[in-house]
């Protein structure tokens, strides 16, 4: 199970992605396919790619058959090649010709988070810096792709607006700019894990540094202007309290010029927004 949702949170989650594919009932299945069939079903791995949501993927067909026995062999976070064969399970026929479409979908989102996360955090080995998610997540699968992000080596940011400040441009400028949104902020302090302000150039970011943010975060910068903008927080608090991140169309091309600017944390929606699902196969064959 995912450690950011309990069970009872994970199969509502599931469930509602079933009766989603269900509809009405598997016509085709339970037309073609007697209840009395057991099958097997084994996961095969087709590319390279990191794991994620296999506990998941065997949870689907619990929930329709609670006799499914799963043999798991490799495990979330685990790098499988192809061919390799990271899970088997057995169960009612029915089961697992209704369940394959859900399961398979979650389990390729998740893999693909984790794989791209995985290259990400690659790229930036030996610098110190953190690859970080953001919310730009699927509705209604943000626990499930920050955990998938984590299964690949990367660091959730704020999971949700409740939890952090985190002062953008448009609060920014609806604030009355970049001093007045940070006065405002401190009566957050104690019920917000975290203050943080964006800053785009660094006029904005000697305002920010003259009001104690926690994270300062330089958005849409040259890394030649990050690592800039970095010594000047450095200077300003050579005890390093003030963290620094850099976000903004970030590439695996460009992360690695990014983290060697200095910064602590590298935020990248394309963990999540543009992972590409991988390729695997769930190859089914009757027992009896």
Aim: net charge negative; with cysteine; aromatic share 4%.
């Amino acid at each position: 199970m995912s450690p950011l949702l309990d069970a009872s949170a994970c199969h509502n989650l599931l469930r509602s992605f079933l009766a989603e594919d269900l509809g009405a009932g598997d016509i085709t299945t339970d037309t073609v396919v007697s209840a009395a069939q057991r099958a097997r079903g084994e996961v095969i791995a087709k590319a390279p790619l990191v794991l994620a949501g296999i506990e998941l993927f065997a949870e689907v067909f619990r929930l329709l058959d609670s006799t499914t026995d799963a043999e798991i062999s490799r495990h979330d976070g685990e790098e499988i090649e192809p061919g390799q064969i990271p899970a088997r399970l057995r169960a009612s026929a029915r089961a697992l010709l209704t369940g394959e479409r859900v399961a398979l979908n979650l389990l390729q989102r998740l893999s693909g988070v984790a794989t791209l996360t995985r290259r990400f955090v690659r790229a930036v080995e030996g610098t110190g810096a953190k690859i970080l998610d953001t919310r730009k997540t699927t509705p209604g699968l943000r626990a499930l792709e920050k955990y998938a992000v984590r299964a690949g080596g990367g660091h959730n940011h704020r999971k949700d607006l409740g939890e952090a400040v985190l002062i953008k441009e448009n609060h920014i400028r609806l604030a009355g700019g970049v001093a007045a949104a940070l006065k405002a902020a401190q009566a957050a302090r104690g019920r917000a894990a975290w203050i943080e302000i964006e800053v785009t150039n660094l006029d904005e970011l000697r305002a920010a540094l003259a009001h104690g943010p926690d994270i300062i975060l330089l958005d849409n910068m040259s890394p030649a202007l990050v690592r800039q903008a970095v010594g000047n927080v450095r200077t300003h608090d050579p005890a390093h309290k003030i963290r620094t991140e850099a976000s903004g169309g970030i590439t695996l091309e460009t992360v690695r010029e990014f983290a060697e600017a200095g910064v602590d944390w590298i935020s990248v929606g394309a963990l999540t927004h543009s992972a590409p699902a991988v390729d695997l196969s769930f190859e089914i064959e009757s027992l009896y």
